[in-house]
């Protein structure tokens, strides 16, 4: 009997990410698609892998989520994140939460411990401590960079509207598993200088992340134009239609990009194993698996 297919691909962020930048981070990519590939090979569900991709990289200094968050305009750390599952068409999500190294873990709680779809701001940090999560202070996810980027910020007097056409970043995972069940999960930091009490596209459901049984997506950059658009259901409803996991990749961005402000990237899996990544910005931390390919994290 012929194996079925399996892929993972995860994306690190999409926005004014310098080259210098990328190569510095290039390697975390591939560790954490080290990490989790195995898990995928050796018979882990979609849910799991994507889970921990994001895991990962919000334990990971050098990505907006977690720990190396952004800062809002009053200096606190806000984290929204989602998770769905492609194979029931059930996702949760979490926004403006506090005090959560791992925000996409405490989504995962919502799906699975309420009948809600979102929970936010301080009753998601009580549940997620009603679920045994440790709760951590803000210093715990400000790493000095992000700091000192806060600080020049606040400095040159620029304001939230400033961030929304400039900056973006999320961390996701999209995977196909050995019983060909799809899923996807997207977590954030948010954008620097943003309002307290913002919540962007990670958390939503068809904006940042999306997942049925033909595809899952995670999306990247620019939350409120994402949102906008329903990026990641665009992208998603292309696949059913039709396209090609890189051709309904292009065409979110696409959209994004011709109907609002700010740039945005994507990643997609179908349930043959295929995958689509792009983006519209200066370039996206990105990478995949497959078993023909093993390992893949582009120059």
Not at 25 to 31: K, Q
Not at 134 to 159: G, M, N
Request: aromatic fraction near 4%.
């Amino acid at each position: 009997m012929a194996q079925r297919p399996i892929a993972l691909a995860v994306q690190g962020g999409a926005g004014p990410i310098s080259l210098e930048s990328y190569k510095r981070n290039r390697p975390a990519i591939g560790e954490i698609l080290g990490k989790t590939a195995p898990m995928l090979v050796d018979g882990a569900s979609a849910m799991q892998v994507v889970e921990e991709a994001v895991r990962l990289f919000e334990k990971h200094p050098s990505f907006n989520a977690g720990v190396g968050s952004s800062l809002r305009y009053d200096g606190s750390v806000q984290l929204d994140a989602t998770i769905m599952d492609g194979s029931t068409v059930m996702g949760a999500g979490v926004g403006a939460v506090s005090g959560v190294l791992y925000p996409v873990t405490l989504a995962r709680y919502v799906l699975e411990r309420t009948p809600h779809v979102l929970m936010v701001g301080e009753w998601a940090a009580q549940f997620a401590r009603e679920c045994g999560m440790e709760l951590v202070a803000d210093e715990e996810l400000i790493v000095p960079e992000r700091r000192r980027l806060w600080e020049r910020k606040l400095a040159a007097k620029e304001t939230p509207e400033d961030q929304v056409l400039s900056s973006g970043g999320t961390v996701g995972a999209v995977a196909l598993d050995v019983e060909g069940k799809l899923a996807a999960a997207t977590s954030t930091g948010g954008l620097v200088l943003s309002l307290q009490g913002r919540v962007g596209d990670s958390a939503i459901l068809g904006a940042g992340t999306y997942a049925d049984a033909h595809s899952a997506v995670s999306c990247t950059g620019v939350g409120e134009s994402i949102m906008r658009v329903l990026m990641a259901k665009v992208c998603a409803d292309a696949v059913v239609n039709g396209m090609s996991p890189q051709e309904a990749a292009e065409l979110s961005v696409r959209v994004q990009g011709d109907n609002t402000p700010g740039t945005s990237g994507a990643i997609v899996v179908d349930n043959r194993g295929a995958l689509g990544l792009a983006y519209n910005s200066e370039n996206m931390y990105r990478g995949y698996f497959t078993p023909a390919e093993g390992v893949v994290v582009p120059e």
